[in-house]
């Protein structure tokens, strides 16, 4: 899943000793909660990779309208958000796999799912990784917002 381009980078980090985060989501209409989750998840560690659902996973996990920008306008604003070092889009309706290709030393995820529920905590707090929930930003959901848009 992950590129040539996006393999040198975390083997990079990864050599020079930085501690490897890792978190996703569908990222659709970018908000404030977003902005919270990505800057506590890069507090975390030192290089942070985001795993961005690609247009058929968010269609398929939230519903026909979804998602509202294309994937590759979500790639893309996500990269020149200064936490995130690098954006992997992913096509299954978790990010299992690629977590386990990435093995962070840290997943995080919102605090809304319990460690137990979180996709890939398991596989990461095997090998001696951890789990790190970060609490949501009250007010700020994408369904939330799109509900007072219509």
Do not use: W
Not at 62 to 80: N, S, T, Y
């Amino acid at each position: 899943m992950l590129s040539a381009d996006e393999t040198g980078l975390l083997e990079s980090a990864r050599a020079s000793g930085k501690t490897i985060v890792f978190t996703n989501g569908c990222f659709d209409l970018l908000h404030p909660g977003h902005i919270h989750q990505l800057r506590e998840a890069k507090a975390q560690g030192d290089f942070l990779i985001v795993g961005l659902n690609s247009d058929a996973s968010t269609r398929r996990l939230k519903g026909e309208g979804r998602p509202v920008l294309p994937q590759d306008a979500r790639r893309e604003l996500l990269e020149a958000i200064r936490y995130v070092d690098a954006v992997v889009v992913f096509d299954g309706d978790t990010p299992e796999e690629l977590i386990r290709e990435v093995r962070p030393d840290v997943l995080v995820k919102g605090a809304e799912y319990e460690t137990k529920d979180i996709v890939g905590a398991g596989f990461v707090e095997g090998y001696g990784g951890r789990v790190h929930r970060v609490a949501m930003l009250p007010g700020y959901s994408t369904s939330e917002l799109l509900a007072k848009l219509r």
